[in-house]
């Protein structure tokens, strides 16, 4: 693995801990068949995943395409790239995907690696990054012409519940505060064609993946959980801006705790996506 030299100064909202690692490999679960459709692989032989995480997906893509592939994926910290790893020894893939430390803004790529990916894809990551235009162009950058780029990301303005939840929306708001307070943009997925259009990129596609479930099916609870885990992420950010008391915060998430059990409740959440071209010429 090499080591980049370069780390931006943006702040992962989520962290790293054991219980955010958990949730994160759960989302993962939940999304990872209906972003893989989506993607509609084929015949990529080169992938590069930006912000891989835990790995999971970047593993999937590569035991979708073809044997003789090269799936990197770049992840800037350690403990992810840890988990990933372990991850991938555990499910026998070590082979699948070679990990490397890096940051988005500044790609650890080898001289030849830079125009040779069939696709450069990542989700999740621009909406942590101050600079999702320089981390766009960066993927433009590392694609060949005639490759493409896919990005997905969060918009957190589009998340709908019902029925209502005591004191949920004053969280759900002060999480998404909690984004711009970091400098982060907490609606980055209404402009993924935009950062597609302006790195120079064509035949663009826009879709959402729907991201959401209701009471009575086996994967709601693992759905209200995750809302929960990225909002009680958020805790110390939201209660040291003052965005809310602890107080207040605190049994906003035990309401959403009661609120999972109600069987007339639902959800709905969707994952902007979209791909596009990079020109031949
Ligand atoms: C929400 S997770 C998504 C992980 C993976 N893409 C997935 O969908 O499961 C975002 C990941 O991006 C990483 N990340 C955040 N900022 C980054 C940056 N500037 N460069 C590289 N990775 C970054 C975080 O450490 C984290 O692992």
């Not at 692989?41 to 835990?54: A, F, V």
């Not at 981390?135 to 957190?156: S, W």
């Not at 999972?260 to 902007?272: C, E, I, Q, V």
Request: aromatic share 10%; net charge negative.
């Amino acid at each position: 693995m090499s080591t980049a030299s370069h780390q931006s100064d943006s702040h992962y909202i989520h962290g790293t801990s054991p219980e955010e690692q958990a949730r994160l490999s759960l989302l993962n679960d939940l999304l990872n068949k209906a972003c893989l459709k989506e993607m509609k692989l084929g015949q990529e032989k080169r992938i590069l995943d930006i912000g891989s995480g835990l790995g999971q997906f970047t593993r999937l893509m590569a035991k979708s395409i073809q044997h003789e592939s090269f799936v990197l994926g770049i992840e800037r910290d350690q403990q992810q790239l840890r988990q990933a790893i372990d991850f991938a020894h555990s499910s026998k893939e070590q082979e699948l995907v070679l990990f490397r430390q890096g940051d988005a803004t500044q790609l650890p790529l080898e001289k030849a690696e830079w125009g040779s990916f069939d696709l450069v894809h990542a989700r999740f990551v621009l909406e942590h990054v101050r600079q999702p235009v320089e981390v766009v162009q960066q993927m433009a950058a590392a694609c060949r012409p005639g490759g493409r780029l896919v990005l997905a990301d969060d918009d957190h303005d589009i998340f709908r519940l019902y029925p209502e939840c005591p004191g949920f929306n004053e969280l759900w708001q002060a999480y998404i505060r909690s984004y711009d307070r970091l400098g982060n943009d907490p609606y980055l997925g209404r402009r993924l064609v935009q950062l597609l259009h302006d790195a120079g990129m064509h035949k663009i596609r826009n879709t959402f993946i729907f991201f959401g479930d209701c009471a009575g099916n086996s994967t709601f609870e693992a759905f209200v959980d995750n809302i929960i885990g990225v909002v009680n992420g958020a805790r110390s950010v939201i209660i040291d801006h003052q965005l809310l008391s602890a107080s207040f915060f605190d049994q906003g998430i035990a309401a959403m705790h009661q609120w999972k059990k109600r069987k007339d409740a639902a959800l709905w959440y969707a994952m902007h996506w979209a791909e596009a071209y990079k020109p031949t010429k």
